[in-house]
């Protein structure tokens, strides 16, 4: 076995092996579960005990309001706002909503009051709210004689679908093109972050203890510093690579277990109408949307891209923060600065691409992202859903790779120096010379 | 020559650690490697380790310029030493005597057999940082001679070693050399240096200053002095034909000239009364042939 597949097996394994990567890969699926359930749960959750409110209707605007998420409508026909709050006091009901009759109908804003001993929480009061303003809407248009079906055919629903020059018409766009390619984007943009700057930490740290373990010197004698270095930072990658692969194959094997354990194999039919105003028809129809949105990606294209920039990116960070723990060793508070140049461009690079890359994919500074190679592997595959040009992801691929080469041997440069300096607070000045010693 | 060094010079920035050093390590010597902290012994000894390159001059090891096989058949503990303190001894063992070229049975076999040599077979699944610090050298030490290599260079070997582990690391030592592996030993304690080598060299500021077989440079170095012991005080009005640079008691410290042998001057004691008890040339310690040959180097710098 070569002395560099020796160390990329230490550093695959004593990582792999560790307890903390264990529970964090095993746990991580199921930590995305309990979140997703507790959404789930907060967003049933129907806000506390429910309000019996009287309405008291003094213009006869209102009929019956249906009880609705928490709140029950009486209605308080013959009764006068006294005995009304002799009620409330009497705690035969929660409240008393008094509505005023409108001025004329010209009147576009109406203030109605709410007598209570309890403050009406913000979601029931907006709940009450809205189910008002329909109900004075229906007064007013029946008080006019309105047609209802003639005003519904005023509203029209606008989309924009993009189409292409030449006449081709293979990809037909919509609105879910823009969406899911946006939702690809940014798994991916989050995912490259993530992974480079966690994994390129990990090799850091890694550098870091070896030289004040005092052990590089001993493996110094035996290999050469570059061969340490790439060990390290393969190994490491593998390390990331393994995770990513086994929080893929846990989460689908956690969405599909977790619907036969439960048997919930649909939600239940009356949580989809009263969670929103959509009715099943229209989820069902945008499901089916965005699925063959998701089928029409070139998922080839954009695997390939994914493993290319992140190899990219990696190596091209993995190398700077191995060079930085080179340089820092024993103390690692007053190295932190050295740093900088490695977190810096990586943190610009995700926060341009949730700001621009959101808004437009395609904007100048995106496309400038896309290229500059200390941005690309979190930019570039951000747009890879979105057909950009050609020349632009085959100048990127290279400018990354390029980049890539180059870094790791600059990194290998100030490595070699850098591992066996011991008790010197190291400046960039410094570590700017050392690229240039022989040997 | 299991190791010669040839015109070496090693330079960091405008800062030359190694200026021109040249030296030659016999087969089957312990050689000696002294010099004040900073003379630049670690970064001559980083050269033949193959760790860093020279700037200029070539060394060879055992007759072939060095290469990437080289490593291979040099030992090295280093002075900033240490081993992975979350792994196990066994398998830290195997990881570093691998990459040092065996294989992993040939591994297995020598850890085997250095672990029953210690008595500390019921190690290798103990983690390095559950052993006392005194434990770790030994697997230090073990780590360093697994691979049999043909030179061993130990780089303070005995620092933060006691007396009993150090005792039986210089056993080994000894050992070692006498199955035919050559050593450097690099230190600043003169009293291992007398006791142990055959061969030194003393670097200064870069620059080999002294180099030579043990004994040579102590009659190089030697001042004619000559202490004699007798059984009474010589008369006080005795012609002693040579100075006493000391007296106490029964005791004196004489002084020769260069053309002045030690039968000169028991020829003189065979007149007096007073006998002879002990008669013994006084050579100079490495203590003092280092300190004077450092001040001497540092006048004429």
Redesign the interface.
Known sequence: MSKLSLIIKREYLTRVRKKSFIIGTLLAPVGLLVYMLVIVGLSAYQGGDEVRVAILDEAGMINQIPDERGVRFIPAANKNLDQLKQEVMERKIDGVLRVPPLANFKQTDHTVYYYSEDKLAPEKSELIERRLATKIRDFKMDSLRLDVEQLKLLDSEVSIDPESLTGEDKDDQSKYTVGVGLAIGGIMTFLLFFMVLMYGQMVMRSVMEEKTNRIVEVIMSSVRPFDLMMGKIVGAGLVGLTQVVAWVVLSGAVSFLVPMIFGLDSPPPGAMESAGQADPEMVQDMITRIMSELSKQNWLLITTSFIIFFLGGYFIYASMFAAVGSAMGDDSGEGQALTLPATLPLILAFYIVSMAGWRNPDSGLMVFASIFPLFSPIAMPFRMAFNPPWYEVALSIVLVLATAVLFVWLAGRIYRVGILMYGKKVTFREIGKWLFYKG | MILSVQHVVKT??TYRAVDDVSLEVPKGTVFGMLGPNGAGKTSLI?MI???????EGKIYLDGELLNSRS?EK?G???E????????KVGEQLL??A???GLTEKQAKDAIDYWLNRFEITDWWEKKVEDLSKGMQQKI?FI??ILHRPRLLILDEPFTGLDPINTNLIKDEIRLLNESGISIIFSTHRMEQVEEMCNHIVLINKGKNVLYGDVQTIKKQYKKNLYEVETDGVLPDGAQVPFPVVKHEKNTYTFQLDREETSSDLLRFFLQQPARVVRFQEILPSFNEIFIQRVAETETTA
Request: hydrophobic content about 30%; cysteine-free; charged content about 25%.
């Open positions: 960091y920035g980083r380790t193959t760790i860093t390159a020279p700037d490593p040099i090295y503990m280093p900033e030493r240490g081993l992975y303190k979350k792994m990881y570093l691998q990459l040092k230090q780590a360093t």
